[in-house]
């Protein structure tokens, strides 16, 4: 099978057919010329200089997105259609929606790396490359700057995707892109071959094309030379390309043929053993082949991934009456029409009274009590004073309120009821306890902003301004399963030997439901690929977010990752250095349309966001935490969804784990100092949802070293608030 190439011109012109793609023609025939036209097929792509556009045209050829709706796939080139079929491949290949090699090894883009507003391709590489090789960047960028220094503008971000291609990001000009390309070719065949590691799959390929090919009617055969295979679909590192060379390309149909069998049948004896790919459990890796992430470059990548989809969402804009919109953000500023308090208001139970007066005797008049409707009309006099009650209108004249504690009665009315006279015991000053009109909220005032989260607060100042419906973000959809084949529903009465209770959806739905998030519950699924391919497919056309619990570590029947590299997802992190937690896995899957009338938009860059989440209960709620709601928040148009950390002290000494650990903790605020103390939840075992009980924080313990292994008792730690 040849080595699969595609050269994606970047270019707002091109895109529209007002300038010819010299560039990637260019970039095309040095491809062709550098690996041999035989051993290569090209494609080329011409998008505009839109994140969307870009990343989808990259995502397409490297990470095996499929493609699934019309209008959505990104302009061949076909300003100069020959120039765009080299090789083997007619440029329309590009919409056959991928076929058995449809994963290109390497993809150069040219154009979009400078530094002018429309410039964005390393913003829609970047997310893309679960491995950056910052060498290659440098190595562009100081050869580039021998011949002019405006490379210095140039942004390269070059990587590696989760599928094991290599993205190169060139500049848009024929002579930059061959300039480039010369620079990159010494190390060019290198890096392919580190990337497949061919050396070492090798031997497992041939071991399942010996077993697999057999059984589905292949040729069972051995090959003692390099294959280029791809296993990208998987969207497993390990699943590593073979190996490919100017010359000695071969093609492996049996290989895929297998591969693509063993996807299609449920009743494939792998999927019975557990195995994804076509691998049986004898030749599963050893060693996870996911790099496991620092956590903060998990946070990124989930941020970046979020940013991008921001766009969208913003435009996801609905009317809600303030009786639904509790946790809800805002979509616009509301501006009080009329000033609060409408009327100059007493602060005080007590008198209107006139600075002059006081302190002295004064007659009694009124009273004007809170409510009074009539007030406007009454007038206060020299020398007398107005009884008044908190809240209530003052009468015109009044320079002050004087409460009733600073008074003494002087003389009763004849029934002895009220007050006819009383004396004022202190001086007053001009304004003394009196709202005046717009003393809490002037009129035309931006009372809430765009992006504040209506809380109680909120609503009570909606209710203030007689605002009953608000503008809100639409909230993302969030689709919830569990995985596992011995996860029984919660209302299972007695269980099985083997089986356990599903925590994981209750919990799941309850901390979504709480963030005012629509949740979708899809239920339990069986570990099998038909089952969790067929769900995950129903919630990709249906949902913003996809939550999973279980089957993202290591055993035969943690599917997760297969499968949503299976159905093109792109596959961001698959571990992370963290304990709980250490196998969440974060991917992003081209949403699917949901009806004909929901059809994509041209440009329209609206994603999935994954989280396979471990399926240990404490890990799952952990691991959410942390990394989705973020996410979740972000999405609903929060501006600052992180959380919130601050510093506590221990109650006593805590052991550090290898892993920097999330340790479930209670908080009190009693110590003299303020400072709140965590005290530990106990045994922080994955499995002991216990440990979550009651927890108010996260402490942010970090792993252990050879110098440092525990925290001592009143010690500072960062605490995430839960
Ligand atoms: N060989 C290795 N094994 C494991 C590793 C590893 O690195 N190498 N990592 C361990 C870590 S850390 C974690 S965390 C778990 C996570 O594994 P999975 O996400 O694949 O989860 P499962 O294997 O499906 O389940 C783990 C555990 O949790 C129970 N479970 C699952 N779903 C639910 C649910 N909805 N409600 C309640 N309990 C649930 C399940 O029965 C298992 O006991 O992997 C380690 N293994
Ligand atoms: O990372 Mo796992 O969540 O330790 O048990």
Known sequence: ???????????????????????????????????????????????PDEVAAIQQAVAQAALASPITQEGNNPKTDNNDASAASDGAQ?????????????????????????????????????????????????????RSLEA????????????????????????????????????????????????????????????????????HGH?????????????????????????????????????????HHAHDNQHDPNHEHGTSGGRTVADRDRKSPWPMLKVEEAHAKIRAFGRSQLQHFKSRVETVPIQNCLGRILAQDVTASEPHPRFPASIKDGYAVCVGDCPGVVKVDGPITAGDTTAEASQLRRGHAIRVTTGAPVPKGTQAVIQVEDTELVERTEDGSEEAAIRVLTAVTQGQDIRPVG????????????????????????????????SVNATPVVGIISTGDEVVDATTPSLQYGQVRDSNRTMLEAALSRAGVSVKDFGIVKDTETALRSTLATMTRECDVIITSGGVSMGEKDLIKGTIADLGGAIHFGRVFMRPGKPTTFAT?????????????DGDDHHVAFFGLPGNPVSCLVAFNLFA???????????????????????????????????????????????????STGSQCSSRLLSMRSAQCLLALPPATDATTVISKGELVPAILL
């Open 90 to 142: 007619s440029v329309n290949d590009t919409n056959t929606g991928g076929g058995e090699d449809a994963v290109s090894r390497l993809v150069i883009t040219a154009g979009g790396t400078g530094c002018s507003p429309r410039d964005v391709t390393p913003e829609a590489v970047a997310p893309l490359l679960t491995r950056p090789l910052p060498g290659l960047n440098h190595l562009l960028s100081t």
């Open 589 to 601: 899957l081209p949403r699917a349309a949901a009806a004909s009338s929901d059809r994509k938009q």
């Open 439 to 470: 003393f809490d909220i002037a009129a035309g005032e931006v009372v809430l902003r765009a992006g504040d989260t209506i809380g109680p607060a909120e609503l009570g100042l909606l209710a203030t301004v007689g605002c009953m419906s608000v």
């Open 219 to 259: 040729h069972g055969h051995t090959h003692s030379h390099t294959h280029s295979h791809t296993h990208s679909h998987h969207g497993c590192p390990h699943k590593k390309h073979g190996g490919h060379h100017k010359h000695g390309h071969h093609s492996h149909k049996h290989h895929h043929a297998h591969q």
């Open 629 to 679: 709601v973020p996410l979740v928040r972000l999405l609903a148009g929060d501006p600052s969804p992180d959380h919130t950390t601050v510093n506590v002290r221990t109650s006593a000494a805590l052991h550090f784990d290898a892993r920097p650990e999330f340790h479930r903790a209670t908080l009190s605020y009693t110590a003299p100092d303020g400072v709140a103390v965590a005290t």
């Open 1 to 47: 099978m040849a080595l699969r190439v595609c050269v994606v011109t970047v270019s707002d012109r091109c895109s529209r057919g007002e300038a010819t793609d010299t560039a990637g023609k260019a970039l095309a025939g040095l491809v062709k010329d550098h690996f041999g036209a035989e051993a290569v097929r090209v494609e080329r792509l011409c998008v």
């Open 148 to 215: 002019t220094p405006m490379a210095a503008l140039s942004r390269f971000t070059c990587g590696v995707t989760s599928t094991g291609a290599l993205v190169l990001t060139f500049p848009g000009s024929e002579k930059a892109c061959r300039e480039c390309f010369t620079f990159v070719q010494p190390v060019l065949d290198h890096a392919l071959d580190s990337i497949a590691d061919h050396r070492s799959h090798t031997e497992a390929v041939h071991k399942s094309m010996q077993q697999g090919g057999a059984r």
